[in-house]
C-alpha cells in the first residue's frame, strides 16, 4: 500500500462522505470521459496523491472521489484542463494540496466549484529528462456546489525560497532527484515543487527575461539576486542558479499579456496556478497578471574606434535570408550601435532562398541585401568573403545553410585573398620570411574532423590593418540544443552538447597553437557564437595554456552577458585574443540591443573589441 500522510483515515472518511454527497445531490452537474481500471479505485486527498517527493506514490493507479475547489480552468491551448485544491491541507510542508486535471477539451466547471474527479493519476513528461507534472486524466467529474471560496493562494517571495538550487541526485538512480524527500525549506526546486498545482501569489517582482511572442515572460522574487548593470540575474556558474526566477504565463491565450523589458518591473499581484512547463520548469499560469513599469531600458551605443583603433565585432544576426523584414534593423544595429566596426563576423548567415531545402548554398543574395540596407543607414559600403557550406552539413535550419561571414569595411582593412579554399579543403600554416601566413584566405579549418559533423566549420582569414597582418577566426560551435533543463530530474544537470564543443575548441585551440609556432607574436583573435559560458570548460579549453584570452572576463561581472535565457543572462558569444593584443591593451565591449528587449532583431547581442595592432 503506498505511504500516505498524517492521518489519512479520518481525510478519507470525510470524502467518502462528500463523495456520497455528491452523488445525493440531485441538482449537482456531472460530466465523465470514459475510465478503465476504476474496479480497485483508491479514495484518497490530493496530497496524498501529490506525496513527498516529485512522483505520485499513486502514478498509473486509479483514483476515485479526490475533493477540491476549482481554482483556475484552463480552456485554450493544447493542455485543456482545471486545477483544484484542497481547502483542508495536511500539516507536511512538502505534500502540495492541488493538482492538475487534464481533460483533454474545454472543461466544464467554474472556479469556486467543489469537485469530486475520479480517473488515473499520470506524470506527464513532454520530453525526456524533463520532471513531471503530476495529473489526473481520463477522469469523471461530479461538480457538488459552486460559488465557493476558493482556498487562499499561497505567497511566494525572497524570504520563502531557499538559496540552493537542487539537491544532488541519486547516484543509483542516474543522478535523479524524482525518488528524494522534498525539502522545501532548503532547495528551491523542491519549494516550488511542495506547491505544483497549487495557486500561488507574487508581488512587485523585477522582469529578468523580456515577454516573447509566446507571452511568456521570467520575473524574480529575489530583488538583488546576482542582479546586472541593467536589471537582470546574472549566471554565475553552474552552482548560481538564480533561484528566484519564475516564468510567468496567461492562464488562457485568449488573454491580454503585457509587453515588458528586462529592467521592467511586473507591479502588483500576479497569481495563479504553479504549472510545471517542460519548456519553461516551473510557471505560474496567471489569471490574474500584475501590470508593467518600465525601467526605461535603452538600446547600448558602442564607442566609436579612433583612427589607430581597429575594430572586431562578431553578431549573430539569427538565420537571416533574403525573406526577412529585419535587414534595415540590422543594418542600423551595425552603423549607429556598433558604430561601423572594421570587420564583423556574422553568425547564421542563411543561403539565398532560407529554409527551402533545394541544394542552393549560395549566399549572396542575403550578402548583398545586407551590404545595401547598411550603407542605406549611412554606413560604409562593406565587403565581405565566406565559403559556402556542402549543402545541409552545417546543421541549423535544413536548407538554411547557416554559415559564418567576415564583413569587413575595404576603406579601413584589406582582405589578403589566397585560393584554395572550399568547404571541404583545409587551411593551414606556413611561414613566410619570419611570418605566419594562411594557405588559404579564407579557409575552414579542419572541416572533415568528425567534431564538425552536423556543425559549422570555423572560418579563418588573414586581414592587414595599417600594415599589420591580424588572424581573424569566425566560430559557430554545437549548440546546446539537447541538453536538459536546469529544472531537469537529473541533477546536477548532464551537459551533453558539450562534447563536441570540446572536440571543436580543441581543433581551434590547435590551429591557433599553429600560427604561434610559425611567429610567435601573431596577433589571432578568435570570436563568434561559441555557445558556452565564460567559465565554462569549453572556453578553457580555447583559451589552452594561454594562446587565447576571453576578452569579456575583462568586464566587470555585472556586465559579462551576451544572451538571456529563461531568466539568466549569461555569456554564449565570445571574441577570445591572443597574448600579443592581450598585452598591448584592448577595449571590450558587450552591447546590449537585443537579448533584454521584447522586440529583438536576434536573440544575441553583439560584442566589439577595439585595439592598436
Request: glycine share 8%; proline share 5%; aromatic share 6%.
Amino acid at each position: 500500500m503506498p505511504s500516505q500522510s498524517t492521518h489519512p483515515r479520518t481525510r478519507r472518511t470525510r470524502r467518502t462522505r462528500l463523495a456520497a454527497l455528491a452523488v445525493a445531490t440531485a441538482s449537482c452537474a456531472t460530466y465523465a470521459v470514459a475510465l478503465t481500471g476504476t474496479a480497485h479505485a483508491a479514495t484518497v486527498a490530493i496530497h496524498d496523491i501529490q506525496g513527498t517527493t516529485r512522483i505520485s506514490p499513486y502514478k498509473g493507479q486509479a483514483v476515485t472521489d479526490v475533493a477540491g475547489i476549482v481554482t483556475a480552468v484552463r480552456t485554450t491551448g493544447s493542455s485543456k484542463g482545471f486545477w483544484i485544491q484542497d481547502p483542508d491541507p495536511d500539516d507536511d510542508p512538502a505534500t502540495s494540496e492541488g493538482i492538475f486535471v487534464y481533460t483533454g477539451s474545454a472543461p466544464k466547471v467554474a472556479v469556486g466549484d467543489a469537485v469530486a474527479v475520479s480517473g488515473t493519476v499520470s506524470e506527464y513528461v513532454v520530453s525526456t529528462g524533463n520532471q513531471s507534472l503530476t495529473e489526473i486524466s481520463k477522469p469523471t467529474v461530479t461538480v457538488v456546489s459552486s460559488g465557493n471560496a476558493v482556498p487562499a493562494a499561497t505567497v511566494i517571495d525572497a524570504k520563502s525560497v531557499p538559496d540552493a538550487y537542487s539537491p544532488a541526485g541519486d547516484s543509483a538512480a542516474g543522478n535523479s532527484v524524482n525518488g528524494l524527500p522534498l525539502q522545501p525549506s532548503t532547495y528551491a526546486l523542491d519549494r516550488y515543487e511542495s506547491l505544483e498545482g497549487m495557486s500561488v501569489r507574487i508581488g512587485s517582482s523585477r522582469v529578468v527575461t523580456a515577454s516573447n511572442a509566446y507571452d511568456e515572460l521570467w520575473v524574480t522574487v529575489k530583488p538583488h539576486e546576482n542582479r546586472t548593470a541593467r536589471g537582470g540575474s546574472l549566471y554565475r556558474s553552474y552552482d548560481d542558479q538564480n533561484t528566484g526566477r519564475l516564468q510567468v504565463m496567461a492562464l488562457n491565450t485568449s488573454q491580454e499579456f503585457p509587453t515588458a523589458d528586462v529592467g521592467d518591473t511586473l507591479t502588483g499581484t500576479t497569481e495563479g496556478p504553479l504549472d510545471f512547463n517542460s519548456y519553461g520548469g516551473y510557471t505560474i499560469a496567471a489569471s490574474a497578471i500584475g501590470a508593467v513599469e518600465a525601467g526605461g531600458l535603452q538600446r547600448e551605443v558602442t564607442k566609436k574606434q579612433s583612427a589607430h583603433q581597429l575594430a572586431v565585432a562578431t553578431y549573430n544576426v539569427e538565420n537571416l535570408d533574403p525573406t526577412d523584414d529585419t535587414f534595415a534593423d540590422h543594418a542600423n544595429a551595425i552603423v549607429h550601435n556598433l558604430q561601423s566596426p572594421d570587420i564583423v563576423s556574422l553568425e547564421e548567415i542563411q543561403d539565398n532562398n532560407g529554409a527551402k531545402d533545394d541544394g542552393t548554398v549560395a549566399a549572396d543574395r542575403t550578402m548583398g541585401k545586407l551590404i545595401d540596407a547598411i550603407v542605406a543607414a549611412g554606413g560604409p559600403r562593406y565587403d565581405w568573403r565566406s565559403i559556402d557550406p556542402a549543402n545541409d552539413e552545417d546543421g541549423g535550419e535544413p536548407g538554411g545553410n547557416i554559415r559564418q561571414v567576415f564583413l569587413f569595411n575595404p576603406e579601413r582593412v584589406s582582405f589578403t585573398d589566397r585560393a584554395g579554399g572550399d568547404a571541404t579543403t583545409a587551411v593551414g600554416v606556413t611561414t613566410v620570411g619570419g611570418k605566419a601566413r594562411l594557405t588559404a584566405s579564407p579557409g575552414r579549418i579542419d572541416p572533415t574532423n568528425t567534431a564538425w559533423k552536423d556543425s559549422r566549420k570555423p572560418l579563418a582569414g588573414e586581414f592587414v590593418f595599417r600594415g599589420k597582418t591580424v588572424f581573424v577566426i569566425a566560430n559557430h560551435l554545437n549548440s546546446k540544443g539537447g541538453d536538459y533543463a536546469l529544472t531537469s530530474q537529473y541533477q546536477p544537470v548532464p551537459r551533453s552538447s558539450e562534447t563536441q564543443r570540446h572536440a571543436q575548441a580543441t581543433v581551434v585551440n590547435t590551429f591557433v597553437k599553429s600560427l604561434h609556432a610559425a611567429q610567435k607574436d601573431a596577433d589571432v583573435i578568435a570570436l563568434g557564437d561559441m555557445n558556452d559560458f565564460e567559465f565554462s570548460d569549453t572556453t578553457k579549453i580555447l583559451e589552452g595554456d594561454g594562446e587565447l584570452y576571453s576578452g569579456i572576463k575583462s568586464l566587470p561581472k555585472k556586465e559579462r552577458y551576451t544572451y538571456d535565457y529563461q531568466g539568466n543572462s549569461q555569456v554564449l558569444d565570445q571574441i577570445l585574443v591572443s597574448p600579443s593584443i592581450r598585452r598591448g591593451g584592448f577595449s571590450y565591449d558587450s552591447v546590449h540591443i537585443n537579448s533584454e528587449f521584447h522586440d529583438q532583431i536576434s536573440d544575441h547581442d553583439p560584442q566589439v573589441l577595439r585595439f592598436h595592432p
